[in-house]
């Protein structure tokens, strides 16, 4: 089983906090990355990263951020979180070495709702 | 841009049935194929995946996938289904450092 963990699972606040998700992972893999993912959608990127201090831009990447300062760390901030981003985030990660598509090694998920 | 098409959005089928789920892309190589499942409350988890040599591939749970160039598919197939396998499922798509993904097949198992 991989090892990528978040947290927190399920958060619930106010329009206009900022958030963090935090993702870590164990497997000393090189590429991270951040997807929304809303019921009967296929999965959004986000955000993703080849390394640390890489970080690029998905499709949906224009109200978050994210930073990549270790191996094992890629956290997801939401600098003024509003209901549209209500949904599931997952983080996922696969190793650089190897053919370009490894699989992808997903965590559990946060379920993020914005009142 | 690659796309994923996964025709069937629920399937019900009952328990110790035979199972195919669809999946069919668009993408100009030869591509690499991946399928997950994510039970409730989960992560999505790797099936099965294909890059190359043998188009029929197995995978965990009693999976497999068949590739088909000419059809641009890559079907989900199970022998005998249990109610375990109750979950969504999800094809996708590698190409770079990018994966494509479906927007899934519900499946519900009755007994």
Redesign the interface.
């Given at each position: 089983e991989a090892d990528?963990y978040?947290t927190p699972r399920y958060l619930v606040i106010g329009t206009g906090k900022k958030i963090t998700l935090e993702c870590s992972q164990t497997m000393g893999h090189d590429?991270m990355?951040w997807y929304q993912q809303d019921p009967?959608?296929?999965?959004h990127?986000i955000h993703?990263s080849?390394g640390v201090n890489s970080t690029e831009k998905g499709d949906l990447s224009s109200e978050s951020t994210v930073s990549r300062i270790r191996t094992e760390h890629f956290p997801l901030t939401l600098e003024s979180a509003r209901p549209s981003h209500t949904s599931q985030y997952?983080c996922?990660s696969s190793p650089r070495q190897g053919?370009?598509?490894s699989?992808?090694?997903?965590?559990?998920?946060t379920?993020l709702t914005v009142t | 841009a690659q796309s994923?098409t996964q025709p069937d959005?629920h399937i019900t089928v009952s328990e110790g049935a035979s199972l195919e789920l669809r999946c069919n892309y668009s993408y100009g190589a030869t591509p690499?194929l991946?399928w997950?499942v994510q039970s409730p409350?989960?992560?999505?988890?790797?099936l099965l995946?294909y890059?190359s040599g043998d188009t029929l591939v197995q995978g965990i749970k009693g999976f497999e996938a068949e590739f088909k160039r000419s059809q641009s598919s890559f079907n989900l197939r199970k022998p005998s289904v249990h109610w375990s396998d109750a979950a969504e499922y999800?094809c996708?798509v590698?190409?770079?450092?990018?994966?494509?993904?479906?927007?899934?097949t519900s499946l519900t198992v009755i007994p």
């Amino acid at each position: 089983e991989a090892d990528i963990y978040q947290t927190p699972r399920y958060l619930v606040i106010g329009t206009g906090k900022k958030i963090t998700l935090e993702c870590s992972q164990t497997m000393g893999h090189d590429k991270m990355y951040w997807y929304q993912q809303d019921p009967g959608m296929e999965l959004h990127l986000i955000h993703y990263s080849y390394g640390v201090n890489s970080t690029e831009k998905g499709d949906l990447s224009s109200e978050s951020t994210v930073s990549r300062i270790r191996t094992e760390h890629f956290p997801l901030t939401l600098e003024s979180a509003r209901p549209s981003h209500t949904s599931q985030y997952l983080c996922a990660s696969s190793p650089r070495q190897g053919a370009n598509n490894s699989p992808l090694h997903f965590g559990n998920g946060t379920r993020l709702t914005v009142t | 841009a690659q796309s994923v098409t996964q025709p069937d959005i629920h399937i019900t089928v009952s328990e110790g049935a035979s199972l195919e789920l669809r999946c069919n892309y668009s993408y100009g190589a030869t591509p690499y194929l991946f399928w997950y499942v994510q039970s409730p409350g989960q992560g999505l988890q790797l099936l099965l995946k294909y890059f190359s040599g043998d188009t029929l591939v197995q995978g965990i749970k009693g999976f497999e996938a068949e590739f088909k160039r000419s059809q641009s598919s890559f079907n989900l197939r199970k022998p005998s289904v249990h109610w375990s396998d109750a979950a969504e499922y999800f094809c996708a798509v590698g190409e770079g450092n990018q994966f494509y993904f479906g927007t899934g097949t519900s499946l519900t198992v009755i007994p």
